[in-house]
């Protein structure tokens, strides 16, 4: 591989997140910046600016024999991200020695390596178990149809296609109420896969806001369930002004949405995990008023 390649290859990732309106480098660094999982050095250069598009939760990368001699394996599908670096090799020119110093000479060749990220083998990355929410732990746990949760990637969102959940593993947020805000969130959006509540999970700007908006009205409905602070609610601002523009138009969006979210919300909760409390006031609601 040319080394045009290469850096052609690296600049073109990023291009593509700078097209998503992501600056790939400009991190929180809360997970700490790429590095090696064996020497715990960090990359640099290119190989920094490549590892910083990569969306997982772990900073930790290592190659395939690293991996093995953790007694590791690669996961099934997981592809690696390229990495380049320079080598002093000898040169096998006229007996490969300097005609003045007599030593042999040495000259930087350009190699290169592929490397995966610890979320992607069997090495266990492990989780605190102690930031875990037990009423929210039960809710999770209570869930006949279980969902399919990966904790490897930095971003929150769940695959229709996939059927899946992604977040980020619970000691990656600043609290341990936002991971639970966040999981419940994907979670009423996962209710509406096609083999569940059938609802129209499709990018289109009202479908999507209003997906949005149901998605909210349930996970704030669990999360009082579970005692969390109304506080981790700020992060319900970024749609805002699309529910806006969705209610503007229809008055009775919101009636819609609480209807749909208690639907999603009774889907996932077993009768074990709900108060008694709860259970009453629910059991005396016409099916029409939000349940926030």
């Known amino acids: ?56 939760s772990s900073p930790y990368f290592l190659t395939f024999l690293q991996c093995k001699q953790k007694n ?31 030593q042999v000479k040495q000259v930087p060749l350009l190699r290169y390596s592929y490397v995966f990220n610890i979320n992607q083998t069997s090495i266990s990355v492990g989780s605190d178990d102690a930031a875990k929410i037990i009423p929210a732990e039960k809710i ?82 669990l999360g009082a369930l579970a005692g969390i602070s109304p506080s981790i609610l700020d992060n319900q601002a970024a749609y805002i002004n699309g529910w806006l523009n969705l209610i503007s138009d229809n008055k009775q969006i919101l009636v819609r949405a609480s209807i749909e979210a208690r639907k999603a919300v009774d889907y996932l909760l077993s009768e074990s995990v709900i108060p008694e409390s709860i259970l009453q006031c629910r059991s005396g609601l016409p099916e029409s008023l939000p349940i926030v």
């Open 140 to 221: 999770i746990e209570s869930i006949e149809d279980k969902p399919v949760i990966k904790h490897n990637f930095r971003r929150c969102y769940y695959s229709v296609q996939q059927d899946i959940i992604s977040i980020p593993v619970i000691d990656e947020f600043d609290k341990p109420e936002e991971y639970y805000s966040s999981l419940f969130h994907e979670l009423i959006h996962w209710t509406g896969h096609p083999s569940r509540l059938r609802r129209d999970l499709s990018a289109m700007d009202d479908a999507y806001a209003f997906e949005e908006l149901i998605a909210e009205i349930g996970s704030s409905f």
């Open 72 to 102: 590791g394996y690669i996961k099934r599908g997981e592809q690696g991200t390229l990495v380049v670096f320079w080598k002093l090799e000898d040169t096998l020119d006229a007996g490969g020695k300097d005609d003045i110093s007599n």
């Open 1 to 56: 591989m040319f080394k045009s390649e290469i850096f052609n290859k690296t600049t073109d990732a990023i291009l593509q997140k700078l097209k998503e309106g992501i600056i790939p480098w400009r991190k929180s660094w809360k997970s700490g910046i790429p590095r090696n999982y064996i020497s715990k050095r960090p990359y640099n250069g290119i190989n920094f600016l490549s590892l910083c598009t990569m969306d997982f």
